[in-house]
């Protein structure tokens, strides 16, 4: 396969609030990282996980309980720089897929419509979700306008590149260490992003809740 996977897993994720670097916090009954690579299982991608620092024996242990084949490469301080990394260990992939780790239950459906999509010709590719919550604007704690809705889409995880692209991307990004969006800094260059629909089951774990939220959707289901 010309296609490489870059899982994100670094980080500490510190509104979690478990102690252990997000992705290896447990929910029902698996880590984080576990129930994301699972997923992964069968993609046809050369898997790179991105851990945090010192953590790189755990990822890979991880990953073969997971069932799957992936080299272990450490993160960095900025979600960005975790993917740097990570940019750095596909070798000469033509294709590369980023994915949060955090977004442990996405669909394969998902997956697959980034991969189709490159397939398709595009340089840059993003699932995303219409927004459901109404938002407003706010400035020092002063509220601003609302901002209508119906503009306005959630970006989401894996999003798919052509690798020379991404690659130029975090070459050239000026800023790159404050983006949490890779199809951002890929636009920053002119080039063009298509979207694919996400999914609400790819939401990102982030707080307790949507821990708890995981978990209850992870959990076996009563005959
Ligand atoms: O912190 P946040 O939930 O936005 O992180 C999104 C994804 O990026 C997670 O899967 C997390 O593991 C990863 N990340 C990383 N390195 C960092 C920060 C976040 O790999 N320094």
Not at 33 to 40: D, F, I, K, P, Q
Not at 55 to 60: G, I, N, Q
Not at 87 to 97: N, T, W
Not at 199 to 212: H, R, S, V
């Amino acid at each position: 396969t010309d296609t490489a996977l870059i899982v994100v897993a670094a980080g500490s994720g510190t509104r979690l609030g478990r102690g252990v670097p997000k992705a290896f916090a447990e929910v029902a009954g698996a880590t984080i990282l576990e129930h994301a690579l699972r997923g992964l299982a069968g993609v046809d991608a050369r898997l790179v996980v991105v851990a945090p620092d010192g953590l790189e024996a755990d990822a890979s242990a991880i990953a073969e309980r997971a069932g799957v084949v992936a080299s272990v490469v450490a993160g960095g301080a900025t979600r960005a720089d975790s993917v740097a990394a990570g940019l750095a260990a596909v070798g000469d992939a033509r294709r590369v897929l980023v994915h949060d780790a955090a977004r442990a239950l996405t669909p394969r459906e998902v997956v697959q419509r980034v991969i189709d999509a490159l397939a398709a010709g595009a340089a840059a590719v993003v699932p995303v979700l219409p927004v459901i919550d109404t938002i407003r604007e706010a400035h020092d704690g002063e509220l601003g306008g609302i901002v209508d809705r119906s503009r306005l889409r959630a970006m989401q995880t894996p999003q798919g590149f052509d690798a020379a692209v991404l690659r130029r991307a975090y070459a050239e990004a000026p800023d790159r260490a404050a983006s949490t969006d890779d199809a951002q800094l890929v636009q920053a260059l002119g080039v063009d992003v298509v979207a694919v629909a996400g999914a609400e089951l790819a939401f990102k774990i982030t707080t307790p809740a949507d821990a708890e939220r995981a978990a209850s959707l992870l959990a076996p289901q009563p005959a």
